[in-house]
């Protein structure tokens, strides 16, 4: 990175008080979503992640086409593959009071899944010795709105640098806005370096929806004051965004190094 762009980051560390650690622990991805087979509509199943264990919910059809709900409540795994007992259960009619106590859980079978990225993955299960293999994807209805004023920025590691570069930390944080409609994106990070001088990074790119996750693609370029700074392209992936902030996974490369980290903040209040 330049020397422009490293003074900034060596500022903002001061001014914060705390360094980047050289390497963090991982929650890992939020696999929560409704998922589907696109070429299938009509059936789905519901993931819903605590920790490193996921609740399922599996509606679909009967041999007599009627309507079937399975229920896998602990599948337990690490990294992508979760796996459990598969249930079906049955209890008191909806229509009148609901005794917990009739509620019976039969076991019917198991269920894995494996995630091959982010938002794809594979389902089996097993249902009294039938065995199905499906392809589900997130499911998605509508698009998320990231617009807002945010205390943010990104942080990330430094790989492969060159042209003078060297591998390190980056963290450029301070006022973030974004202003984002349909598949249109961007965000502007205003700050100030070491020396005191207003900078700005700017990131426009074209949104996607998975779910209720984003993905950007697009590039971006850094100003220090009047002087040109990096330029190059990015993606963010796995973005959620809520009433207190968003959170995305970022990576990228311009003219002196790649990058791989986090971009996110959390609302700012109305002044």
Request: hydrophobic share 35%; with cysteine.
């Amino acid at each position: 990175m330049n020397s422009a762009f490293r003074r900034c980051v060596a500022g903002l560390l001061v001014t914060l008080g705390f360094a980047l650690p050289a390497s963090a622990a991982s929650t890992g991805i939020d696999y929560t979503d409704l998922w589907f087979n696109q070429a299938e509509s009509g059936w789905g199943l519901n993931l819903i992640q605590q920790n490193n264990i996921i609740f399922g919910t599996l509606f679909v059809y009967g041999p007599d086409n009627s309507a079937r709900w399975y229920v896998a409540s602990s599948l337990q795994g690490g990294g992508s593959t979760f796996t459990g007992q598969l249930y079906q259960t049955t209890g008191p009619a909806f229509s009148g009071a609901f005794n917990p106590a009739t509620v019976v859980a039969t076991p019917v079978g198991t269920m894995t899944i494996s995630f091959n990225t982010a938002t794809t993955a594979t389902l089996v299960y097993t249902v009294n010795g039938v065995s199905v293999t499906k392809q589900i994807q997130r499911q998605t209805w509508s698009v998320e709105n990231f617009s807002g004023t945010y205390l943010g920025g990104l942080t990330a590691t430094g790989t492969s640098c060159h042209n003078g570069a060297s591998n390190g930390a980056v963290l450029i944080f301070d006022v973030l806005t974004i202003q984002h409609s349909g598949a249109s994106f961007s965000a502007r990070v205003n700050f100030f370096n070491s020396a005191g001088t207003s900078s700005v990074c700017s990131f426009n790119g074209t949104y996607g929806q998975d779910g209720h996750m984003g993905n950007v693609n697009g590039s971006f370029n850094c100003t220090f004051g009047s002087t040109p700074g990096n330029q190059g392209t990015f993606n963010m992936s796995q973005m959620a965004v809520t009433q207190n902030g968003f959170t995305g996974a970022f990576n990228g490369s311009d003219q002196f190094c790649n990058y791989t980290g986090y971009f996110g903040g959390v609302r700012d209040v109305p002044q």
